[in-house]
C-alpha cells in the first residue's frame, strides 16, 4: 500500500447503495449459501457492471482518477457497486494496527499496539478482540473492508513492515492473524490476509524476484498464510508487489490458482496490492480476481479482452463471483455500516489490555522490577520524548494520533509519509502519577553527558529506546538510531539501577544489555501505550507476553548479514509523474536467494549454532513457573499433558510452549514450535495442561507427491518456557 493523496468527498449516513425495492431480489433471502446468492446476482448483471467489480476507482499518483472516486469514503480503495441489484459499494482501508487516515476525513481512530505486539501476547481470545475493535471502528466511519491482516513471516527482521506482521513461526503467526481477521469478520466487514506472499523486504519491492524452493515456501511463508485462512476463513487475499520465482505475485499462476485456490480451496477473492497488477490477461488467468487501486489492466483493458475471447467469460465470471459471495458471505450486504460516533473510552480499554498483555519482560537481574513506589523518593526519566509521547509505526499502517504528533505542536503534526509520529501517550505523566510523592525529572537524551548527570542523582533512571519502522523502506541495521546506545551506557554507568524500555517494531541489537539491570520491550504501544508501560514498571501487572521473533547479538548473525539492496534502474524516483507508468509496465527485476530456505527465525540460530540475544518465545515474569509430569500421546492429533505449576508469590500467566524435533530422515532445522497454551495460574496453584497438536505440524512438505508427509521415526517433543529454556523432553515413535 503507498501513501493516500488527496481528499474524498465522504458518503452519506449508509453506504448501502441500496435502490428501492431490492430488498425483493431472490439473492436477498438469507436463507441461501452465498455461493448461491452469489450465482444469482452474477445471472443479472451486465458486461460493464461485472467489469465495475473488478477494479478501484484510481488514486493519485498511482493510476488515473476516475470520476466515480467523489464517492469514495476517503480510504484506500473505493469500488462502485450495482444500487440495481442491491449491491453495496466496497469502501475499503487499511487497518493494521487502527483505521488509517483518520485525520484527513475529520474522524477518531484508536491504536492498538503493533500487530507483532499483538503476536507478543500468544493469546488468540485477544487476537479476536483486537480484530473486533478495528471492524466496530471500520463501520463506524463507514468502512465495509479491512486491509489489515499482514502476516508475511519475519525472514529479513530489518524489514521496515515487520511491526505489521506476526513474527517469525508460521504456526503462530498464522494462527494469531487468522483470529484476528476472525473478530474483524465478525463486524460484518470484509476481512483480508495479506500480503501473499514472501513480500519479506521493502527495497525493491516492486523489482525484486525472490528465489525459494517449493518445500521451504510451503513450510514456513506460505503454512502461515495456510493457517491464517484455515482459522479465519478470509474473504480476502492481498497478493504482494514483488516477483516469486520469476513471476509477479498476483500473476503467479502457482501462488494464486495452484495452491491458494486449488490446494486451499480457498472461496474468496485476490485484491492487488496498489500498483501489483502488471498485466491482464496473464493476471487473470493466473487467478488475480480485483486490481487495486486503478483500472489499468481490469477496466476498459478486461473488457476488450473479454470481447475478444483472450480472457473467457467463465473465467470473468470465477472473478465476480468470488468478490459477491465474500460480499454476502461477510455480511456487509445484509448488514451495511451505518456512521456513528466511535466509542473512545471502549477502544482505549481495549488498546490498554493489549499493551499490558504484548510488553515483554526482556531482563530483571536482582529483581529490579517491580519498581516499589512507595520506596521511590527520586527517578529519572531520559530519552524518546518520552515526556509527551511514545512512538507508532508508519507507513499505510500508520494511525493519526489525536491532535497530531505529540512532539509537534498542536495543529502542526499533520500525519506525513515516511515521517515518525508519537501518540500522546506520555510515560514521564503516567509514571509521576504512580509517583506522586517522589522528585520525577526528565532528560531528553540529546546530551548523554546531561542525562547521565541526571541518573547519577536518582535513585532509579529509566531510559525510554525507540527504532522507528515503516513501509516504504528498510532499516539499515537493528542496531538503535541518533547515538542512543551511547546514551543507555552513559546512564547505566552512572546509575547501577538503569531500566530500559524499547519501542521498536521489531529486534535490536543491545551492546550495553549487561549493563542493565532490566530490560522491557514496549513494541509500538499504541493509543494507551505509557500507562501500560507504567503498569508493568511498577507491578500493578505481571507481565507475562513471549517473544515472536528472535533477538539476535548482531546483525552479522543474520541469513543475509547485509539487506540487498536495488539497483537504480530497479527504482522509481521521488516526485517523477510517469512513476506509476512504470511501474505498471514492470521495473527491471533483480534478484534475492532465500538460501537460508526451512531455517526461518530460532530455526535459523538453532540450525547454525548461533548465540542469541533473547530467543523466541522468552519473556520473563514477575513469578516462577515449573514443568512436570509430561505425557505425550499419539492419535489422530498429538496430545501433549504436563503440570504446570506457579511457584511463587505473584499470580501470573505463563505461555507453555511445545516443540517438536523430527527424526533426522525428515532434514528439518532442530526443531519447530508444535503448540501453545497461556495458562492463568494463582500464586501456588497447578494445573494440567493440555496442548492438541496437528499432525500437519509435524510434518514436511513432499514437492515431488505434492502434499504433506509425516516422516516415519521417532519424535522428540520438549516442553518449557522459551524456545531454549525447555525442561520437559519425551520422545514417541510415529509412523
Not at 86 to 94: A, E, F, N, W, Y
Request: glycine share 10%; proline share 7%.
Amino acid at each position: 500500500m503507498l501513501p493516500l493523496g488527496f481528499l474524498f468527498l465522504a458518503l452519506p449516513l449508509s453506504i448501502s447503495a441500496q435502490s428501492p425495492g431490492t430488498s425483493n431480489h431472490p439473492w436477498m433471502n438469507r436463507s441461501l449459501s452465498p455461493d448461491q446468492r452469489a450465482s444469482l446476482v452474477l445471472k443479472e448483471m451486465t458486461l460493464d457492471e461485472k467489469i465495475s467489480m473488478l477494479h478501484g476507482t484510481g488514486m493519485k499518483d498511482l493510476s488515473p482518477i476516475s470520476p466515480l472516486a467523489v464517492h469514495s469514503n476517503g480510504g484506500a480503495g473505493y469500488v462502485v457497486g450495482v444500487p440495481r441489484l442491491g449491491i453495496p459499494d466496497i469502501q475499503m482501508s487499511d487497518a493494521a494496527y487502527g483505521v488509517r487516515n483518520s485525520g484527513e476525513n475529520g474522524r477518531y481512530s484508536t491504536a492498538l499496539p503493533s500487530n507483532l505486539a499483538g503476536a507478543a501476547t500468544w493469546d488468540v481470545d485477544l487476537a479476536e478482540q483486537y480484530g473486533a475493535l478495528i471492524g466496530r471502528e471500520l463501520r463506524a466511519q463507514g468502512y465495509n473492508m479491512s486491509l489489515g491482516g499482514g502476516v508475511n513471516l519475519t525472514r529479513e527482521p530489518r524489514n521496515g513492515r515487520t511491526f505489521e506482521y506476526m513474527g517469525e513461526d508460521p504456526i503462530l503467526a498464522g494462527t494469531m492473524v487468522g483470529h484476528r481477521i476472525k473478530g474483524e469478520q465478525g463486524q460484518h466487514v470484509i476481512g483480508d490476509i495479506k500480503h501473499y506472499a514472501l513480500n519479506d523486504q521493502e527495497s525493491g519491492r516492486n523489482a525484486v524476484n525472490v528465489n525459494v524452493d517449493e518445500r521451504a515456501m510451503r513450510e514456513t511463508d506460505l503454512l502461515a498464510f495456510e493457517i491464517g485462512l484455515r482459522e479465519s476463513d478470509a474473504a480476502a487475499v492481498m497478493c504482494s508487489y514483488n516477483r516469486v520465482n520469476g513471476d509477479y505475485a498476483c500473476e503467479n499462476k502457482h501462488l494464486l490458482a495452484d495452491v491458494l485456490k486449488k490446494d486451499w480451496n480457498f472461496a474468496g477473492f485476490v485484491v492487488s496490492d496498489w500498483q501489483a497488477t502488471h498485466s491482464t490477461a496473464k493476471a487473470s488467468a493466473a487467478g488475480l480476481d480485483h486490481e487495486e487501486p486503478g483500472e489499468i489492466f481490469y477496466g476498459p483493458a478486461m473488457k476488450k479482452a473479454v470481447q475478444s475471447g483472450q480472457v473467457s467469460m467463465a473465467e470473468l465470471d470465477d472473478h465476480v463471483r468470488r468478490i459477491l459471495r465474500s460480499m454476502f458471505a461477510s455480511g456487509v450486504v445484509d448488514d451495511p455500516p451505518q456512521k456513528s460516533v466511535v466509542d473512545v473510552v471502549g477502544g482505549f480499554e481495549v488498546a490498554q489490555r493489549a499493551a499490558e498483555q504484548s510488553i515483554v519482560l526482556l531482563k530483571n537481574e536482582g529483581a529490579q522490577l517491580p519498581l516499589n513506589a512507595s520506596a521511590i523518593r527520586s527517578l529519572a526519566v531520559i530519552g524518546a520524548h518520552s515526556d509527551v509521547g511514545m512512538i507508532s509505526g508508519g507507513g499505510s499502517a500508520q494511525v493519526d494520533p489525536p491532535v497530531g504528533n505529540a512532539i509537534l505542536p498542536p495543529g502542526k503534526g499533520q500525519t506525513r509519509w515516511l515521517e515518525p509520529m508519537w501518540f500522546p501517550s506520555s510515560p514521564l505523566k503516567a509514571i509521576r502519577a504512580k509517583l506522586p510523592r517522589a522528585n520525577v525529572q526528565y532528560d531528553p537524551g540529546s546530551d548523554p553527558s546531561s542525562a547521565a548527570s541526571l541518573a547519577k542523582n536518582a535513585e532509579v533512571a529509566i531510559v525510554f529506546a525507540y527504532q522507528w519502522e515503516s513501509e516504504d523502506m528498510d532499516l539499515d541495521s537493528l542496531a538503535l538510531p541518533a547515538h542512543q546506545d551511547e546514551l543507555i551506557a552513559k546512564v547505566a554507568a552512572a546509575n547501577p539501577h538503569t531500566i530500559v524500555v524499547v519501542e521498536s517494531g521489531g529486534a535490536v541489537t543491545m551492546p550495553w544489555v549487561r549493563q542493565v539491570n532490566a530490560i522491557v520491550e514496549a513494541w509500538y504501544a499504541g493509543s494507551k501505550g505509557a500507562d501500560a508501560v507504567a503498569n508493568v514498571l511498577f507491578g500493578e501487572l505481571n507481565p507475562s507476553a513471549k517473544l515472536p521473533i528472535t533477538f539476535p547479538l548482531s546483525d552479522a548473525d543474520l541469513p543475509h548479514p547485509t539487506i540487498v539492496k536495488p539497483p537504480v534502474k530497479s527504482t522509481t524516483q521521488s516526485g517523477d509523474p510517469d512513476a506509476w507508468k512504470k511501474i505498471a509496465a514492470g521495473l527491471p527485476l533483480f534478484q534475492i536467494s532465500y538460501d537460508e530456505g526451512l531455517k526461518v527465525g530460532y530455526k535459523w540460530y538453532d540450525a547454525e549454532k548461533k548465540p542469541v540475544l533473547f530467543p523466541f518465545g522468552h519473556g520473563l515474569s514477575y513469578t516462577t513457573y515449573s514443568y512436570s509430569n509430561l505425557k505425550v500421546e499419539p492419535g489422530k492429533t498429538i496430545r501433549a499433558s504436563f503440570t504446570l505449576q506457579n511457584t511463587g508469590t505473584r499470580d501470573g500467566a505463563e505461555v507453555a510452549e511445545v516443540y517438536t524435533s523430527l527424526p533426522a530422515a525428515a532434514e528439518e532445522p532442530p526443531k519447530r514450535l508444535a503448540g501453545w497454551s497461556k495458562v492463568k495460574l494463582k500464586a501456588g496453584e497447578s494445573r494440567e495442561v493440555v496442548v492438541e497438536i496437528d499432525r500437519q505440524y509435524l510434518s514436511v512438505y513432499d514437492p515431488g507427491a505434492h502434499g504433506w508427509k509425516l516422516v516415519p521415526g521417532e519424535y522428540s517433543f520438549q516442553v518449557g518456557g522459551s524456545s531454549q529454556d525447555l525442561p520437559l523432553k519425551q520422545s514417541i515413535t510415529l509412523k
